[in-house]
């Protein structure tokens, strides 16, 4: 099954994260690809904690400004071919591409390439693609789509990102 969590609204990385934590309760191993993001969060050290969940980040430790730079590209063309081997090994029952579609929209890979990878997943693989701007035609690969609207945010009056809600 193909998930997407897309939309301006906040709680995309959060509901896949919450997938992953129910996954890995059941007993599934679970992998998570993060695109275009480098620095260690909150989440992490909760994650490393649990043996059946493994996380990897394909970024620098700055998130994406302006025009990205080939070593952006790279990462992110690093994280395809190690997510390719995460899915044909077939040990893992959920991956998670967290951000996947930020990097589509920042053209770092192809949709050409994400449509290949979701084609080629095997149907005992949950694979879920999270971040803004999901392409029409990954929404209409999946199998199920959530788009998460902002309707009202702090971030409006100013507050910054916190620890441990944010990041």
């Known amino acids: 099954m193909i998930q997407v969590y897309t939309g301006n609204g906040k709680g995309k ?3 896949a994260f919450g997938l992953a934590l129910r996954a890995a309760g059941a007993g599934f191993n679970v992998y998570i690809a993060q695109f275009a993001k480098g620095r260690v969060c909150s989440e992490h050290k909760a994650l490393e904690k649990i ?3 493994k996380v990897e980040q394909f970024g620098k430790i700055c998130f994406i400004r302006g025009k990205p730079r080939a070593l952006d590209m790279e990462l992110a063309r690093a994280a395809l071919e190690k997510i390719k ?3 044909a090994c ?3 029952r959920v991956i998670i591409l967290d951000e996947i579609n930020v990097a589509l929209k920042l053209k770092l890979i192809s949709l050409k390439d994400v449509l290949g990878l979701i084609k080629h997943t095997p149907a005992g ?3 879920v693609l999270t971040g803004r701007g999901a392409p029409a035609p990954i929404i209409k690969a999946a199998d ?3 788009r998460i609207n902002e309707v009202k945010h702090y971030y409006a009056k100013g507050l910054k990102a916190r620890r441990g809600i944010e990041f």
């Open 13 to 15: 990385s959060t509901a």
């Open 51 to 53: 043996k059946n969940i």
């Open 85 to 87: 081997k995460r899915i």
């Open 90 to 92: 077939g040990s893992y």
């Open 125 to 127: 693989i949950e694979l």
């Open 144 to 146: 199920l789509v959530s």
